[in-house]
Antibody, heavy 118, light 109 residues
Framework: QVQLVQSGAAVREPGSSVKVSCRSS????????INWVRQAAGQGLEWMGW????????GQARKFQGRVILTRDIGMNTAFMELSGLRPDDTAVYFC???????????WGQGTQVTVAS | SSDLTQPPSVSVSPGQTARITCSGD??????VYWYQQKSGQAPVLVIY???KRPSGIPERFSGSSSGTVATLTISGAQVDDDADYYC????????????FGGGTKLTVL
């Protein structure tokens, strides 16, 4: 069965960076794409960007351009989201989701809580 | 367009039909997807490509789209359907950006 397993919770200071991983299993990693979505407490879902599982190409929402790096390691069947210049308002649960491009998020990771505080 | 608009809340009694709308200028050109999210959990896809239901999703969930409005319908809503619902589509101006609606809290009681 398809599973996306994310790395554990992280606490970071303002101005630092965080890297969240998303390990996939149960399907051919290079046939699908990984999207990243975050959700602050009590708020809605916010799309951050995506990475093509095969080529490693992708894109980010304009809001995150220059601050987020989305990568993947085919040998590890794992996608990564690195967010830099962290601010307190980056405190949120970060999800990865398997998609076809930026559509059809059929499977989701369990979420990773990232807390930014001094 | 860069916005998908949903009503903040919808309330129905058990057994009634709940309808949640999602409005966006770009919807005539793009598929709409719907997710259910319960507190503390990851979202679950309940409708894809406007009206298709993934395996394991109850038949009471259905979707439609006409013009700039997509609708998620839950026929005979159950207490277990009490959750937040989000619509999602690709940005009409690009195939490489995604949009989420603001979410609708469905209360069934």
């Amino acid at each position: 069965q398809v599973q996306l397993v994310q790395s554990g919770a992280a606490v970071r200071e303002p101005g630092s960076s965080v890297k969240v991983s998303c390990r996939s299993s149960g399907y051919t990693f290079t046939s699908y794409d990984i999207n990243w979505v975050r959700q602050a407490a009590g708020q809605g879902l916010e799309w951050m960007g995506w990475v093509n599982g095969n080529s490693g190409n992708g894109g980010q929402a304009r809001k995150f351009q220059g601050r987020v790096i989305l990568t993947r390691d085919i040998g590890m069947n794992t996608a990564f989201m690195e967010l830099s210049g962290l601010r307190p308002d980056d405190t949120a649960v970060y999800f990865c989701a398997r998609g076809g491009g930026v559509q059809n998020f059929e499977f989701w990771g369990q979420g990773t809580q990232v807390t930014v505080a001094s | 367009s860069s916005d998908l608009t949903q009503p903040p809340s919808v309330s129905v009694s058990p057994g009634q039909t709940a309808r949640i709308t999602c409005s966006g200028d770009g919807l005539p050109k793009k598929y709409v997807y719907w997710y259910q999210q319960k507190s503390g959990q990851a979202p679950v896809l309940v409708i894809y490509e406007d009206s298709k239901r993934p395996s394991g999703i109850p038949e009471r969930f259905s979707g439609s789209s006409s013009g700039t409005v997509a609708t998620l319908t839950i026929s005979g809503a159950q207490v277990d359907d009490d959750a937040d619902y989000y619509c999602h589509s690709a940005d009409s101006s690009s195939n490489y950006n995604a949009l989420f609606g603001g979410g609708t809290k469905l209360t069934v009681l």
